[in-house]
């Protein structure tokens, strides 16, 4: 399975931005980026995912680099509801197979108010 | 509400008995999924399931058993041959295998085992 590198941790102010690093320079040409976060005693909880172009949707954005080797999820305005563990993760597309999920140990994210 | 249910949310047993953790989901999902998650680690894949009665090992399935007799229940059971059940269990599905989709999770049955 490709390997992502994360931030061990990462600090925010409450109603700012933030920037969530993610490196996976081994990811192949058919490996989905998804992002996962979880709190703490709670099931993890899906975020975003996407192939190449930036997505976004009510919770997050995700930038992908143009050569797919880093991407970043952006949270427009951290809220104390956003401090979580986040997981980069690859996904391949392939039929018929399955899709575990591979979590590495994340980013703790921390939100001051 | 759609969602996926597990119970219950903690679970004590002790040594050498079986225990059988639930999961059901009402989002007409065909795959299913239970993962392990131990303190400070990420999580690690028991058994899948792609279809009614029919399920695939994960990297971890030895001293766990699972079925697959509905589309919306998956139940687990961790057996005595489990040698160290103690753990944090989640349940997951997604719509169906092999589109890079997402999975989305129950709130997890924390079961300790004495």
């Known amino acids: 399975d490709a390997k992502t590198t994360q931030p061990n941790s990462m600090e925010s102010n409450e109603e700012e931005p933030v920037h969530l690093p993610c490196n996976h320079s081994?990811?192949?040409?058919?490996?989905?980026i998804h992002w996962y976060r979880q709190l703490p005693s709670q099931g993890p909880e899906y975020v975003i995912h996407?192939?190449?172009s930036n997505v976004n949707n009510r919770m997050a954005s995700l930038a992908i680099a143009e050569d797919r080797k880093s991407s970043t999820l952006i949270l427009h305005r951290a809220t104390l509801r956003d401090a979580a563990v986040y997981y980069c993760?690859?996904?391949?597309?392939?039929?018929?197979?399955?899709?575990?999920?591979?979590f590495g140990k994340g980013t703790k994210l921390t939100v001051n108010p | 509400d759609g969602g996926i249910t597990q119970s219950p949310k903690y679970l004590f047993r002790k040594e050498g008995q079986n225990v059988t953790l639930s999961c059901e989901q009402n989002?007409?999902?065909?795959?299913m999924y239970w993962y392990r998650q131990d303190p400070g680690q990420g999580l690690r894949l028991i058994y899948y399931s792609q279809i009614v009665n029919d399920f695939q090992k994960g990297d971890i399935a030895e001293g766990y058993s699972v079925s697959r007799e509905k589309k919306e229940s998956f139940p687990l059971t961790v057996t005595s041959a489990q040698k160290n059940p103690t753990a944090f269990y989640l349940c997951?599905?997604?719509?169906?295998?092999?589109?890079?989709?997402?999975?989305?999770f129950g709130p997890g049955t924390r079961l300790t085992v004495t």
């Open positions: 081994t990811i192949s040409g058919t490996d989905y």
């Open positions: 993760i690859l996904i391949p597309q392939r039929g018929g197979g399955s899709e575990k999920l591979v």
């Open positions: 989002l007409n999902h065909d795959a």
């Open positions: 996407g192939l190449t």
């Open positions: 997951a599905s997604s719509i169906r295998p092999g589109v890079g989709g997402e999975q989305y």
